[in-house]
């Protein structure tokens, strides 16, 4: 079965820019999101078709797939944005997550 | 805006079925895919299936043999079945709308909190 990997937890200083990898074989053919999901709170959709944000998501929020990485990129990173992020993929027809990455802000 | 919510049995016990529905308000839950997905304590997400407002499914093989999606549009719900629970299949049980087959999730339900336990 595929599998998408993703580093346990990424730490970034207030304003800087935090980058979440999320890794597979031959990742660049699929299309990849992101979600981000704070304690006792449902996941949310802050990117998907590899790189479009939704209505709502600040523009901070980027991300790019290529190769066998996808990433996800927040610019000027805010308190806020602490969070577990995951990546999701689709092959042949079941979704797949990525393990998740502990974002800290600090 | 459209909302999921999640209902069903907090406790199942073990080698039960756990039965869970997904009620969309906000919109008509016609024309989308609908997705039930779950995590367990502390842990990562794991998509269990969909299915389509027409009644096709799609299942997760690794829980294929235990799981079962059903709609009923005249309610505005689709429902979960998993049976045979163990321990492993405590976790937060979210419902979540997708706008094609392999599309993203979006929105989610607040997610219910399923235990198996005797």
């Known amino acids: 079965s595929y599998e998408l990997t993703q580093p346990p937890s990424v730490s970034v200083s207030p304003g800087q820019t935090a980058s979440i990898t999320c890794s597979g074989a031959?990742?660049?053919?699929?299309?990849v999101c992101w979600y981000q999901q704070k304690p006792s709170q449902s996941p949310v959709l802050v990117i998907y078709?590899?790189?479009k944000r939704p209505s709502g998501i600040p523009e901070r929020f980027s991300g790019s797939n290529s190769g066998n990485t996808a990433t996800l990129t927040i610019s000027g990173t805010q308190a806020l944005d602490e969070a577990d992020y995951f990546c999701?993929?689709?092959?042949?027809?079941?979704?797949?997550f990525g393990g998740g990455t502990k974002l800290t802000v600090l | 805006q459209v909302q999921l919510q999640e209902s069903g049995p907090g406790l199942v016990k073990p080698s039960e079925t756990l039965s869970l529905t997904c009620t969309v308000s906000g919109g008509s839950i016609s024309n989308h895919y609908w997705s039930w997905i779950r995590q367990p304590p502390g842990k990562g997400l794991e998509w269990i299936g969909q299915?389509?407002?027409?009644?096709?499914?799609n299942y997760n093989p690794s829980l294929k043999s235990r799981v079962t999606i059903l709609v009923d549009t005249s309610k505005n719900q689709f429902s979960l079945k998993l049976s045979s629970v163990t321990a492993a299949d405590t976790a937060v049980y979210y419902c979540a709308r997708q706008t094609c087959s392999n599309c993203w999730f979006d929105p989610w339900g607040q997610g219910t909190l399923v235990t198996v336990s005797s």
């Open positions: 299915i389509y407002y027409s009644g096709n499914t």
């Open positions: 078709q590899d790189s």
């Open positions: 031959k990742l660049g053919d699929y299309y």
């Open positions: 999701q993929a689709w092959d042949t027809s079941s979704a797949v």
